[in-house]
């Protein structure tokens, strides 16, 4: 898990985040100076824990004036969530209903944390592969997911997408544009269809086509 820490100052509302330079390599190695980083939550129970610990350390509580101690943590990042789900016994109707449970107990436990300390919450969630022609699921909006060449589908299925707000897609080229990648709306109530393109490139995702290549509308996605 991950607990991404803003720089003093930076990122304000307003600011023309288009118009800043490529992050230098001398930035790059500084970049994780202030992220806290747990790498020991691979279980639903371990997750509820970190996050309790977190409220009880004060890790998400606002510094007073001219406090000089690290600043609050304001983005969670969990990648990924599947795995704290996948193990979870589920051989029978009563293993599914709870590893349902736990699946609901970590989204409102973010949620809650959220809400109270306006910290965004960042879920990465996997895929697998579609090995049939049947309609797209519903919590892909109707869309056949494509990714690296293949059918895809999100991972923890329904229960999972119910608890969340904003569900985006991150998908890959293949071959001569294995560097393209295209982060597509699949659902939000406050954003219209939408997709940007970005290049992979030494100082990480860049804006725009690789060079010579045109975008494709709708990325790898399609209805």
């Not at 500084?30 to 639903?44: G, N, Q, S, Y």
Request: with cysteine; charged share 25%; aromatic share 4%.
């Amino acid at each position: 898990m991950v607990w991404g820490r803003p720089r003093r100052g930076g990122g304000g509302r307003g600011q023309d985040t288009d118009a800043r330079p490529p992050l230098s390599l001398s930035d790059a190695a500084t970049a994780a100076d202030r992220v806290f980083l747990e790498t020991a939550v691979d279980t639903p129970a371990a997750l509820l824990s970190c996050l309790d610990r977190a409220e009880r350390e004060g890790l998400f509580k606002e510094r007073a004036e001219g406090d000089n101690g690290p600043p609050p943590v304001k983005l969670i990042l969990i990648d990924s969530v599947a795995p704290l789900f996948r193990d979870a016994a589920t051989h029978d109707a009563a293993g599914y209903g709870t590893r349902a449970d736990a699946l609901f107990a970590c989204a409102a436990a973010l949620k809650a944390v959220a809400a109270a300390h306006s910290v965004v919450v960042l879920a990465v969630n996997q895929v697998t592969d579609v090995m049939d022609s049947s309609p797209p699921p519903c919590h892909t909006a109707g869309l056949r997911l494509r990714s690296s060449g293949r059918e895809v589908a999100p991972a923890l299925g329904l229960a999972w997408a119910s608890c969340v707000g904003t569900r985006l897609f991150l998908s890959r080229g293949i071959g001569a544009r294995a560097r393209r990648r295209v982060l597509q709306v699949v659902f939000a109530p406050h954003l219209p269809p939408s997709h940007v393109v970005a290049t992979v490139r030494v100082q990480g995702l860049v804006g725009g086509e690789p060079p010579g290549e045109e975008e494709e509308k709708g990325g790898e996605a399609r209805a």
